[in-house]
């Protein structure tokens, strides 16, 4: 549904994610990060009860999406999963999540904690992240690159070096389309994305996602489970709610 363009269909998510997020309705939380001595207790992809209590240690660190948003908790002190507030990040997800088409575009700068860009689309390939990536419509990929200065050309090449393509970037173009037709996008190619001058800028796998319905915390899960960290980072950092302050002792 997140990948519709029709207003009416992005009308009924924004209703349907500000219901999930209201009081009374049961909701579930689940882990997206962790650090600490009870990291252990805390694994990415662990699910919690909204009105559950953690309790954490000095040192402690736990990130938690829900259908709000992404809160971090930091030890010591005793918790409740479900965040407080009125606040929620239901369009930040909306518009995060959405397919588009694969034309070249510019992009306002959209800013991460520190000050540097972030994709602002869950969707598009990061030209400086290697690893695995989900995606749920093969047919359209698009690479972002964090810097808009300048025209670039890469070349993406599968493992067996038989498929070539390039990926063109005009000065102030921060997202250009993948060439499916000579780079075919399936579950568990390869691909590697160097420089004219043969420097390696990334390494990416694919894995293909079923295209539903995803709430926040379930698109995460799956995300956690599938190995697209870079993704489950991405939105949680995109997610994030205003900071609580510290529990008490």
Same mark, same amino acid.
Not at 142 to 161: F, I, N
Not at 165 to 172: P, T
Not at 174 to 196: F, L
């Given at each position: 549904?997140?990948?519709?363009?029709?207003?009416?269909?992005?009308?009924?998510?924004? #209703?349907? &994610?500000? %219901?999930?997020?209201?009081?009374?309705? /049961?909701?579930?939380?689940?882990?997206? @990060?962790?650090? +600490? !001595?009870?990291?252990?207790?805390?694994?990415?992809?662990?699910?919690?009860?909204?009105?559950?209590?953690?309790?954490?240690?000095?040192?402690?660190?736990?990130?938690?999406?829900?259908?709000?948003?992404?809160?971090?908790?930091?030890?010591?002190?005793?918790?409740?999963?479900?965040?407080?507030?009125?606040?929620?990040?239901? #369009?930040? &997800?909306? %518009?995060?999540?959405?397919?588009?088409? /694969?034309?070249?575009?510019?992009?306002? @700068?959209?800013? +991460? !904690?520190?000050?540097?860009?972030?994709?602002?689309?869950?969707?598009?390939?990061?030209?400086?992240?290697?690893?695995?990536?989900?995606?749920?419509?093969?047919?359209?990929?698009?690479?972002?690159?964090?810097?808009?200065?300048?025209?670039?050309?890469?070349?993406?090449?599968?493992?067996?070096?038989?498929?070539?393509?390039?990926?063109?970037?005009?000065?102030?173009?921060?997202?250009?389309?993948?060439?499916?037709?000579?780079?075919?996008?399936?579950? +568990?190619?390869?691909?590697?994305?160097?420089?004219?001058?043969?420097?390696?800028?990334?390494?990416?796998?694919?894995?293909?996602?079923?295209?539903?319905?995803?709430?926040?915390?379930?698109?995460?899960?799956?995300?956690?489970?599938?190995?697209?960290?870079?993704?489950?980072?991405?939105?949680?950092?995109?997610?994030?709610?205003?900071?609580?302050?510290?529990?008490?002792?």
């Amino acid at each position: 549904m997140f990948w519709d363009s029709n207003s009416k269909c992005l009308s009924a998510m924004l #209703a349907a &994610f500000a %219901a999930a997020a209201s009081p009374g309705y /049961a909701m579930a939380g689940i882990v997206v @990060a962790s650090s +600490g !001595p009870s990291s252990a207790s805390f694994p990415p992809g662990k699910k919690l009860a909204d009105d559950a209590q953690i309790t954490l240690k000095t040192a402690d660190s736990v990130t938690i999406l829900d259908a709000k948003g992404t809160r971090v908790l930091r030890g010591a002190g005793t918790f409740t999963v479900g965040a407080p507030g009125a606040v929620t990040r239901t #369009a930040t &997800f909306v %518009a995060l999540t959405r397919e588009r088409g /694969a034309q070249r575009v510019r992009t306002g @700068a959209v800013r +991460g !904690p520190n000050g540097k860009p972030v994709s602002p689309n869950l969707w598009y390939v990061n030209l400086t992240k290697s690893g695995t990536f989900c995606v749920v419509d093969p047919t359209t990929i698009r690479v972002w690159r964090p810097e808009k200065d300048g025209s670039a050309t890469y070349l993406v090449s599968d493992k067996a070096g038989t498929k070539t393509a390039r990926l063109v970037y005009s000065d102030g173009v921060t997202v250009a389309p993948w060439d499916v037709a000579t780079a075919p996008v399936t579950e +568990g190619a390869t691909y590697a994305i160097n420089s004219t001058n043969g420097a390696n800028r990334a390494t990416v796998s694919f894995t293909v996602l079923p295209a539903r319905d995803y709430a926040p915390e379930d698109l995460a899960a799956v995300l956690i489970a599938k190995g697209c960290t870079e993704q489950v980072d991405l939105l949680a950092t995109s997610l994030a709610l205003p900071q609580d302050p510290p529990a008490a002792m």
